[in-house]
Each structure stands twice: as structure tokens, then as C-alpha cells.
């Protein structure tokens, strides 16, 4: 089941509200385990079902390769969100996130960086063909 438009950006939303939340009780400087854990558990309280390291089949010409991908989180099987704890982040985060967007076929996802003063300095919004 596809979310519309409008339920994606309302998930999308509460998602961004929870992790806000982790990172007011949790600041920055932790390990980036940690803050997946917490969003899990924020997200859960929501009533947000969440997997973590979700694997992500490979494709190499059309043959599904033994080697998969892990997505930190996936949200509602509809919303990946990249962890990251750096201090920078970098253009090489923002392809990653938009590659395993188009792999996963998800219009939605987010790279999330904890290491930042307020996290709304490090949140990055990604999306494919919405």
C-alpha cells in the first residue's frame, strides 16, 4: 500500500518531530547506534513502525547479488532515513540517501546528522519523482 502525497509529508512530519525529540533529550556526540535506537523508540511510541538495517537487495543486470545494503531505518516501509554522527555533512551522504532511495523505489527519505548544535541544522530532505 502507497501512501499518498499528503500522508508521505504528514509521516514525514512526525518523523522529523521524533527525532527533534531524541536530539533535545540526547544532544549531540553520541554514537550514531544510539540515536537509532532512540528514534526507534520515539517512532514506536507514535504508533510508527520502524525497521532498522533493513536490507536492501543488489541488482547487477537484472541478477540479485549475494551482497546486500543496509537502510538505518526504515519508516512504515514507505520513508528511509540515513543516520549519520559527523561534522560535516557531505555531498557523498546526500548520493548515498538518493541511491538507496531509487534502489529501494521510495519517494521519501531523509540523512539526519546528530552531530550538529539543533538538529534542524542537519536534516536533509530527499525526494524521488514525488
Do not use: W
Amino acid at each position: 500500500m502507497s501512501l499518498t502525497k499528503d500522508e508521505l509529508n504528514n509521516l514525514g512530519t512526525k518523523v522529523i518531530g521524533a527525532a527533534i525529540e531524541v536530539h533535545k533529550e540526547l544532544g549531540a556526540g553520541l554514537l550514531e547506534s544510539v540515536y537509532e535506537s532512540c528514534l526507534i523508540e520515539e517512532l514506536s511510541q507514535l504508533g510508527i513502525k520502524t525497521k532498522s538495517q533493513a536490507e536492501l537487495p543488489i541488482f547487477y543486470k537484472k541478477k540479485q547479488l549475494k551482497k546486500t545494503y543496509r537502510i538505518d531505518l526504515l519508516v512504515e516501509d514507505e520513508i528511509i532515513i540515513e543516520l549519520k554522527c559527523v561534522d560535516v555533512l557531505l555531498p557523498v551522504h546526500e548520493v548515498q540517501l538518493v541511491t538507496y532511495m531509487k534502489l529501494a523505489n521510495k519517494k521519501l527519505g531523509y540523512l539526519m546528522n546528530f552531530n550538529v548544535s539543533h538538529l534542524k541544522y542537519g536534516i536533509k530532505r530527499k525526494v524521488n519523482g514525488l
